[in-house]
């Protein structure tokens, strides 16, 4: 009994571990509260610091369940980027150095180089205008009444929703690291 | 990409140009030119090399050095370069995903300011991730990009930032400038007596336009427009800043990005930029549709 006990125990902490092992990790982009649900009437459960390593468990809309230490709860989206912590994360206010120096940059699913070339400017340069290309293109275009059928099945509608202003300049300092401009 | 580069004549901008009304700095007026009339899309023309009149190319290129196009000006623009980038990265030969882009890009350009422009969607065969736009409507998106998108929401975000740069006139601004430094320079139109140069002269070399760097500020607003266009449209908001995001991921030594990055901020500094922006702002928004089951799979 004792030993089925053990054993069971033993294969729970495995899959715990293994769950753990493929949580996928990324990093607080600002100060937010981790909420019991998704949405900012839920009950506060913690409060997540910019610069954090968090564990990202799932997302429901606009909202993503991290887990920070012990502690689980539903921060904003956009208040969490997936993957490891990027060099502009560390630049001005954002993150400690203690974060900095152990943060594993660029060590994300798609670091591998893929021995394809890509455009560049010598082949853009040397394009020869191709109109058969741009019939093709005609051909296929879509008249505003196609598409608003085309949403409709869907179930699309068109909502309003204001632009968003311009952030002020330099809230994340260091943008110009990878600018490359 | 939004995915769309510019780099050479943005470096050899003087100041006291920029600070001459010519800054794209600031979050841009939108002006709005007059609707066309088409409704249809257009039978292409019979030689579309040839200009459509005499003095057709010196008239855009007034028009341009005033900041006064028109929408038809725009488009003819517009046509010229992306009949030069098809020359280098023809559509995908799938009818039904050309098809399937053009009616989500035309909703998404429907929750526009400009919903009336000619749009003309396409997918091209590149195994960059990239994405481009050209004065007039017309947007384009490599399969290597493609090819990484999870759902429509996805795509309804890249494409909006594409059309943002459409709606804010962001090349037409950029070619704008390059040919006011050229009058400058004394070689605007210098032994061109040809109309078909003389409107190849205007964008550059072949499709090297698509290679030119906007602005940073130009490429956030874009990132801005594009969020808000998709969530119009009653898509998930979050499409774009989720591609983002895994494009961010990229190897900054993969030939894949090499043109994505060195004409736009990092991937990761763009998504930095949107989540400030947006702030609490969507917190009451209600979830909208990703369209994963009716996204169009490359075969």
Known sequence: MLTELLRGGLLIGLALASARAEAVTGVMLRDDDMRAAAGVSATKVALAKKGKIINVLARRGGWTQIQLGTVSGWV?????????????????????????????HDTG????????????????????????????????????????????????????????????????????????? | MTRLSMLI????VPAWLMAAGLNDGQPLRLAFGTPPQRTEPAKPPEDATKPQSESSA?????????????????????????????????????????????????????????????????????????????????????????RRLNNEAELAGVLGH????????????????????????????KQVSDEHERLQSIIGRGAEVAARSLDKSSEFEADRIGMVLAARGGYDAYGLPL?????????????????????????????????????????????????????????
Not at chain 2, 125 to 145: I, R
Not at chain 2, 162 to 189: F, N
């Open chain 2, 162 to 189: 594409e059309i943002g740069h459409v709606m804010s006139r962001h090349h037409v601004k950029l070619l704008q400038r390059s040919q006011l430094l050229a009058s400058l320079s004394g070689a605007l139109g």
């Open chain 2, 9 to 12: 004549v943005l470096s050899l």
């Open chain 2, 243 to 299: 591609v983002l995001q895994e494009i961010g991921h990229f190897s900054e030594k993969d030939d894949r990005v090499a043109l994505l990055f060195k004409t736009h901020p990092h991937p990761d500094a763009r998504f930095n930029q949107l989540a400030e922006a947006v702030g609490t702002r969507f917190d009451a928004l209600t979830e909208g549709a990703t369209l994963e089951s009716r996204f169009y799979r490359l075969k």
């Open chain 1, 76 to 104: 904003r989206l956009l208040s969490v980027r997936r993957g490891p912590a990027s060099r502009t994360d560390y630049q001005g206010s954002l993150g400690s150095a203690e974060n900095a120096a152990n943060s594993p």
């Open chain 2, 58 to 146: 010196e008239r855009l290129l007034q028009a341009l050095l005033a900041g006064k196009m028109s929408t038809q000006q725009e488009h003819q623009l517009g046509e010229r370069i992306i009949g030069n980038l098809l020359g280098v990265a023809p559509l995908v030969p799938d009818d039904g995903l050309q098809r399937y882009i053009n009616q989500v890009g035309r909703w998404v350009a429907s929750q526009s300011e400009r919903p009336d422009l000619d749009w003309r969607f396409g997918v091209i065969e590149s195994e960059d991730v990239n994405a481009f736009a050209a004065p007039g409507g017309y947007v384009m998106v490599t399969k290597g990009l493609y």
């Open chain 1, 109 to 181: 699913s798609i670091t591998a180089t893929s021995g394809l070339r890509g455009l560049d400017l010598v082949d853009l340069s040397a394009a020869k205008f191709d109109a058969k290309q741009l019939e093709q293109l005609e051909r296929h275009a879509s008249v505003k009444a196609d598409a608003m059928a085309f949403a409709a099945q869907a179930g699309l509608t068109a909502r309003s929703l204001a632009y968003l202003p311009a952030p002020p300049q330099n809230t994340f300092g260091g943008l110009d690291v990878f600018g490359g401009q």
